[in-house]
């Protein structure tokens, strides 16, 4: 079982920036991919970025490319999401996932353990 705690939320205005933590304990995550989805009102959950344990190779959504960067901290077990320039469109639940194989992917289904969210609002 793998156990993830997301933190790094809140309020913050357009253009704005914020970094999310995404904590890993129980098993080893090292032949793991891990990913951040977003949840807005309304809507699906979408994969926003995904980064290999292994290798930390990264990939993002279109919309994100540029500003939003992925990173963990092998040491620390934790995976990061730092968003710049952010808009009031990516307002949402963020929450961190993790799937069993180093590849990354970019549905929901693939992804076998979850957090509990943490909340982005950006709003003005």
């Known amino acids: 079982q793998v156990h993830l705690v997301e933190s790094g939320g809140g309020l913050v205005q357009p253009g704005g920036s914020l970094r999310l933590s995404c904590a890993a304990s129980?098993?080893?995550?090292?032949?793991?991919?891990m990913a951040w989805f977003r949840q807005a009102p309304g809507k699906e959950r979408a994969v926003v970025a995904a980064?290999?344990?292994?290798?930390?190779?990264?990939d993002y959504a279109e919309s994100v490319k540029g500003r939003f960067t992925s990173s963990r901290d092998i040491a620390k077990n934790t995976v990061y999401l730092q968003m710049n320039s952010l808009k009031p469109e990516e307002t949402g639940v963020y929450y961190c996932a993790s799937k069993r194989g180093a590849g990354v992917a970019y549905t929901r289904d693939w992804y076998d353990y979850w957090g509990q969210g943490t909340q982005v609002a950006v709003s003005s």
């Open positions: 980064i290999s344990w292994s290798s930390g190779s990264t």
């Open positions: 129980g098993r080893s995550i090292s032949g793991y991919a």
